[in-house]
């Protein structure tokens, strides 16, 4: 099968990833390889198998539902490449 | 070369305890072989020697403070040096991932399997380079830039864990950790010819290990011989409420073995790992390492892994899905690289853009479309069920034998920029490794031979859940009887 430049960009749209035009080109390319080489999971027969959500028998066990301190704001903001007033600062969402 | 720098991970801690070696003179001896390879090898992202140092010289102080306290027990690794992949977070160094996007990120935390080690007294020397995000198997798909085999520098170390394996086998180390999500630790020690162990899953925490595929990532250890990867695996090992994948296991401690044979051993040899197109001599090597391990008692059973050959396009699948959901949190906004940008949406699109590297990228669009609307269950629905059936595989199989032998790779190790614009070539380097991570099952990888270039051929042993203790059994018992763990690349 062979990705469509419109279905690449529609993925890097859902992925929030700005794309350059030739960078549109070879995943296309690429990621069409690499589907084509999936696409032989197509002939397994898994009627009546289970999908795997954990490779180990699911456990319960709890943790203690104790208060405990968190890591201080200024500690959090420190690595924040824009903190304002004690803020993360992003542009405006709305005008 | 200095002799302090060939020292086993025993001998070293045998030398600090009797007051032959200081933690100084150790650690310095490995910062003095970074200094003088490292323009070669380029295993390291960020050195911390002077932070190093200082924690050796404490190391040091304490010991003799306890010569006057004889009751009091020392933690059992104090002043033993090691490096860490700069995947796993050190509170206060700074942790790149080997992505752009995290350049200057500055960890408030330390992963709990980094914290285990300290804890029991090892010093840091620096954190080693990585394959952006650990997505890659040459350690070329770095920020900051490539790191090169120490057997021919101009071939790769394997990856995703290739700095900590080019330190350990170039002896600016005597261990490091590392993560295997795919392979991440056994390709590369294969490659570098060391010893790597993949835990089962769970059996490590992943607190504070960056996430890449969470069903799949492992930490794991790199040193010379099984006996010195089990020496810091197992204080690594056990349930951590911060991670609640961990599991509480009865104290599997490790030890030497006492029995000079494999006696009753039941070790599966499955068809589907010994392909035409591998390279002779890797099958070659691993058959003598076989027919070796069956001199020392054990019994060798042809066996079937019938799913096999289903693991890589699975993988491909599971782990670059999990992976677009994890990398979602980087968006320029908590940490991280920050684009300028007049909007929210073109901040994120931005930041993400400039942050990320080719392959991560492709990793995200390939797992965002496996999970977008309409192809959800074609692509991540299947591939989750056939991960069912290899899992299957493993639990049959491991019904009738107690390990299971292979090849860690199909060939030894390429040159660098023989897969740069080919993916699927790259990613076909895993085949061996992949099932045991879809499985969960444990892998160690260690050195069986030299190929006419004079590069190391790894095998891998795998076992059912929990059962590193045998791997490590195993693998001693064989270079008990061996020297390839031993020798030394050309370049030292």
Known sequence: MTLTLAEVEHIAQLARLHLSEEEKIRFREQLSAILDYAARLQQVDTRDIPPTSSVLPPRSRLREDEPRPALPQQVILANAPFPYQGYFRVPPVLE | ?492
């Open chain 2, 1 to 492: 070369m200095d002799d302090r720098l060939t020292l086993t991970v025993r001998q070293a801690l045998q030398s600090l305890q009797n007051g032959s070696l200081s933690s100084e003179e150790l650690t310095r001896a490995c910062i003095e072989q970074i200094e003088r390879l490292e323009s070669k090898i380029h295993a390291f992202i960020t050195l911390t020697a002077e932070k190093a140092l200082e924690d050796a010289r404490r190391a040091d102080a304490r010991r003799i403070a306890a010569h006057r306290h004889p009751d009091e027990t020392l933690p059992s690794l104090l002043g033993l040096p090691i490096a860490v992949k700069d995947l796993l977070t050190v509170a206060g160094v700074r942790c790149t991932c080997g992505s752009r996007i995290l350049e200057n990120y500055v960890p408030p935390f330390t992963a709990t399997a980094v914290q285990r080690l300290v804890d029991a007294g090892v010093v840091i020397v620096g954190k080693t380079n990585t394959d952006e995000f650990a997505m890659g198997s040459s350690t070329e798909n770095s920020a900051y830039g490539a790191t090169f085999n120490p057997w021919d520098t101009g071939r790769v170390p394997g990856g995703s864990s290739g700095g900590s394996a080019a330190a350990v086998a170039a002896r600016m180390v005597p261990a490091a950790l590392g993560t295997d999500t795919g392979g991440s630790v056994r390709q590369p020690a294969a490659f570098c010819g060391v010893t790597g162990i993949k835990p089962t899953y769970g059996r490590v925490s992943r607190y504070g290990l960056v996430a890449y595929g969470s069903s799949l990532d492992t930490a794991g250890v790199l040193a010379h011989s099984a006996e010195d990867a089990a020496i810091l695996f197992w204080p690594m090992a056990g349930f951590d409420p911060l991670d609640a994948t961990t599991v509480e296991q009865p104290p599997s401690v490790w030890h030497t073995p006492e029995s000079e044979t494999l006696k009753g051993l039941r070790i599966g040899v499955p068809k589907e790992y010994f392909l035409p197109g591998m390279q002779p001599e890797v099958e070659e090597k691993v058959r003598a390492a076989i027919r070796m391990l069956a001199e020392l008692g054990g019994e060798v059973h042809e066996i079937s892994l019938p799913h096999t050959e289903y693991a890589l396009p699975v993988y491909y699948l599971i782990a670059p899905a999990e992976a677009s959901a994890n990398l979602a949190r980087y968006d320029g906004v908590r940490f991280g690289y920050r684009a300028s940008a007049d909007t929210l949406g073109e901040l994120f699109n931005l930041s993400r853009s400039r942050g990320f590297g080719a392959e991560v990228k492709r990793r995200i669009m390939l797992g965002t479309y496996a999970l977008s609307a309409g192809y959800y269950e074609a692509y991540y629905g299947q591939a989750q069920k056939v991960r069912t059936l290899i899992r299957r595989d493993f639990e049959e199989a491991f019904q009738q034998v107690d390990i299971i032998a292979t090849p860690v790779t199909p060939t030894t190790a390429f040159r660098v920029g023989e897969h740069r614009d080919d993916p699927l070539a790259m990613y076909l380097e895993d085949v061996f490794t992949l099932p045991t991570n879809l499985a969960g099952v444990p892998g160690l990888a260690f050195p069986v031979g030299f190929d006419r270039q004079g590069l190391p051929v790894g095998m891998q042993i795998m076992a059912s859940h929990f059962r590193e203790d045998l791997l490590f059994s195993v693998a001693y018992h064989y270079q008990q009887h061996t020297d390839w763990h031993r020798r030394l690349p050309p370049l030292l």
